[in-house]
């Protein structure tokens, strides 16, 4: 008798798993949404610039992580950069809280890489804001040793100016599609 209700209660189950299979099968999806070509064209030079700056940032920290995690590519300037952040964790006294300057180094080398690939995502403003906050760091340690911080100040004006431009673009194209969506019921 028990083992009728069990398999009662699986048969059901199963029923119910294919009638679900077959209403999601039967359901029409939507499907992507398309940028009116209109809006595409009127934001052209902003994308364009958008995706320079992705690029450029993304080329930039690919190649400055992979030198500070291996010299296979560049030898000299992966030792120039293990100079660097042994010169970086005496400065900033990191010893005391028990970083190296290899797992510094290392650290900062893969989270540039992987944030360079995570600009060319859904991900990227997120993304760009943490690369930031590692140029940050950067000029924050350039400034303790007395150096130029050009290069990650410069890296941060772009970054800056990459996240601006998106938001901006993606505010003023939801603006416009609420406009045009909204034009047309009117004339319905």
């Not at 398999?7 to 099968?25: L, N, P």
């Not at 120039?80 to 970086?88: G, H, K, T």
């Amino acid at each position: 008798l028990v083992t009728e209700k069990k398999s009662a209660k699986e048969r059901g189950k199963v029923k119910m798993r294919s009638r679900r299979a077959q209403a999601s099968r039967s359901v029409p999806r939507d499907p992507a949404p398309v940028v009116d070509p209109a809006l595409r064209e009127k934001y052209k030079v902003e994308v364009t610039a958008i995706n320079v700056l992705t690029l450029a940032l993304v080329f930039v920290f690919l190649t400055a992580g992979s030198t500070k995690i291996t010299g296979l590519f560049a030898a000299r300037a992966h030792y120039a950069m293990v100079l660097d952040f042994q010169r970086y964790v005496a400065a900033l006294k990191l010893q005391q809280i028990g970083m190296d300057d290899v797992s510094l180094r290392v650290f900062v080398g893969i989270h540039e890489m992987f944030l360079a690939v995570a600009l060319l995502t859904t991900v990227a403003v997120p993304a760009a804001c943490a690369l930031g906050v590692i140029m940050m760091g950067a000029i924050f340690t350039h400034a303790v040793l007395r150096e130029s911080p050009l290069i990650p100040s410069t890296l941060l004006t772009m970054i800056v100016a990459m996240v601006l431009l998106r938001l901006k673009v993606r505010r003023s194209m939801r603006r416009d599609e609420i406009e045009n969506l909204s034009s047309r019921s009117k004339d319905k």
